[in-house]
């Protein structure tokens, strides 16, 4: 394209998504277009970009040609998707679906004539047949015959007008998304886009490679987590996954892609304390907004940022075979980690669809040693739940808040949610119940003192917890039981015996940390009082 006023050229580049790196909310893409320069153009476009925050455009390049970056600015271009060839390819579907429906209605019409006639049939014959029973021309066994004949064939034609009835239903479903969606592109809302205008001055002829990057919202990761405990060693199977969903309009094929802890959106100053005001009602008014586009030059600072890529976890896994079989290789994610930011690149390029639906790709996977503690709470529940005492590593990678799936022994046990976890962090893994560890509450005495003592009525309980290790293992054990609160000053209640013995806590907590060792048997006794006035009726003792 020539200026015919200033005889200077513009050209319009062809680019490609060569890399995207995904933030909580936004991603970054850079894209890549090789121009020839004849030395007379002035400014280079690139058009069809989605809605992007033109703030954040960054341009760059190199080529066999010195180039000036002069600057850059955008254009918002408003245009309506073409539709006669949808519009065209609906009506044949709809078209196709009615010519079915028509000749289930045929079938269903016809269905409606045999049984008619059926129906006449039985009345003609009613009389005739039973004069004929009554004279004996004819045998009962002649006569069931055709009764079963006209049963049969009435309820044969009923059934299948009936399943001709229930494909119509569903055509007339498959018609009305059809014409709703006709409905909707015949009435097309105006597509935006963006262009950019790249100011050059070129020094002469040569290859030019122009980059830019821009961000862009619509596009988001949330991490994923497998863990995987087994019962015969002392470390997590931790498998960090990455769930990238986009809708931004482009496609990310064949590309580079990072997943970033970083959070640009967040900018990188501190928020600032503005007045906090208070006042008498005011009638409420009426406001006006004004909005308003106008376009402005960017500057162009130096190359844009650095990216990566993901890939898909997948797994191979067979004992049932005398072969020897190659298991597949998952590839993970290049980790690196600059101040409190952590990147993951992959090294081969990954393909993300804009369609809005979440795809999931591995980062890493990593085992980290852990010690297990088991803890119960017999009052609500008679078995004990394992918990992994865990540690990243002091050079290990943030773990973000997601969803972990947890498996024992590639048995799936249920979900937890991880939390923020940095490098060198403790942290605990709930891991479910834990079967092989019995625990029984018994009731062992229940005693309302027959004498008032000090005009107070007293009712003593006792309590035995058994704990059996079925284990091949040793355990630690936390076994928490809790006696009433009393909310009353005049109700007293009191802790007298414990066994193994130990110092109530807040808010009646009792709390023992006990070893077992393998098949051992552990008793755990405590008695309480409670005292109260007699006039008084006190609620909630019912334990």
């Not at 009305?176 to 001055?201: G, H, M, R």
């Not at 008014?285 to 976890?313: C, K, W």
């Not at 980790?335 to 795809?359: A, C, E, R, Y």
């Not at 414990?498 to 098949?519: F, H, K, Y």
């Amino acid at each position: 394209m020539v200026n015919p006023e200033t005889n200077y050229e513009t050209k319009i580049v062809d680019t490609q998504i060569k890399a995207v790196t995904v933030y909580a909310d936004k991603a970054l893409v850079s894209r890549r277009g090789i121009v020839s320069l004849t030395g007379q153009e002035r400014s280079l476009v690139i058009t069809a970009l989605p809605m992007i925050e033109t703030e954040s455009v960054r341009v760059s390049g190199n080529g066999s040609v010195a180039v000036r970056l002069l600057g850059v600015s955008s254009d918002r271009i408003f245009t309506t998707e073409p539709v006669a060839e949808r519009v065209a390819q609906y009506h044949r579907q709809i078209q196709q679906i009615e010519a079915e429906k028509r000749n289930l209605q045929a079938q269903v019409d016809a269905f409606a004539l045999q049984s008619s006639f059926i129906a006449g049939l039985r009345e003609k014959t009613e009389d005739p047949f039973a004069q004929s029973l009554a004279r004996k021309n004819l045998s009962l066994s002649e006569t069931l015959d055709f009764l079963n004949f006209l049963g049969s064939q009435y309820s044969e034609y009923a059934i299948a007008s009936g399943e001709c009835k229930s494909q119509q239903q569903e055509l007339d479903k498959q018609l009305q998304v059809l014409y709703a969606s006709l409905q909707k592109i015949q009435t097309p809302l105006p597509k935006e886009s963006v262009s950019l205008i790249v100011a050059i001055e070129p020094v002469g002829a040569g290859e030019f490679e122009l980059e830019v990057s821009y961000l862009v919202n619509s596009a988001s990761w949330n991490p994923l987590y497998d863990l995987r405990v087994s019962s015969t060693s002392d470390t997590v199977h931790l498998g960090y996954l990455a769930e990238i969903t986009q809708n931004t309009g482009e496609d990310w094929i064949n590309v580079d892609i990072t997943c970033s802890t970083a959070k640009p959106g967040l900018g990188t100053l501190p928020p600032k304390l503005q007045p906090w005001y208070i006042d008498v009602p005011h009638p409420a008014a009426q406001l006006m907004t004004t909005r308003r586009v106008r376009q402005r030059p960017m500057s162009i600072p130096a190359a844009p940022m650095a990216i990566a890529g993901a890939a898909e976890d997948s797994y191979n896994e067979s004992d049932e075979t005398e072969e020897t079989l190659i298991a597949a290789e998952t590839v993970v994610a290049e980790v690196s980690k600059q101040g409190s930011v952590v990147t993951f690149k992959l090294s081969v390029g990954g393909n993300i669809p804009s369609d809005g639906s979440p795809h999931k790709t591995t980062i890493f996977n990593d085992d980290y040693p852990c010690n297990f503690d088991y803890i119960a709470m017999p009052r609500l529940v008679s078995f004990a739940y394992l918990q992994a005492n865990v540690k990243n590593s002091v050079n290990g990678a943030t773990l973000l808040p997601g969803k972990a799936n947890i498996f024992r022994d590639n048995i799936f046990v249920g979900t937890t949610q991880l939390d923020n976890i940095v490098a060198g962090q403790e942290f605990k893994l709930n891991l479910g119940i834990e079967e092989n560890l019995k625990i029984v509450r018994e009731l062992v005495e229940r005693q309302v003192d027959k004498k008032l003592i000090g005009n107070q009525r007293r009712i003593t309980y006792s309590y035995r917890l058994i704990i059996t290790n079925l284990l091949n293992s040793e355990v630690n054990l936390k076994l928490t039981e809790q006696l009433p609160v009393s909310r009353n000053e005049q109700i007293k209640v009191r802790l007298i015996r414990s066994n193994p013995q130990i110092q109530l806590g807040e808010m009646g907590i009792l709390e023992w940390l006990l070893t077992l060792a393998p098949e051992e048997r552990r008793e755990v006794y405590y008695q309480f009082t409670v005292e109260h006035p007699p006039e008084l009726t006190v609620v909630g003792l019912d334990i």
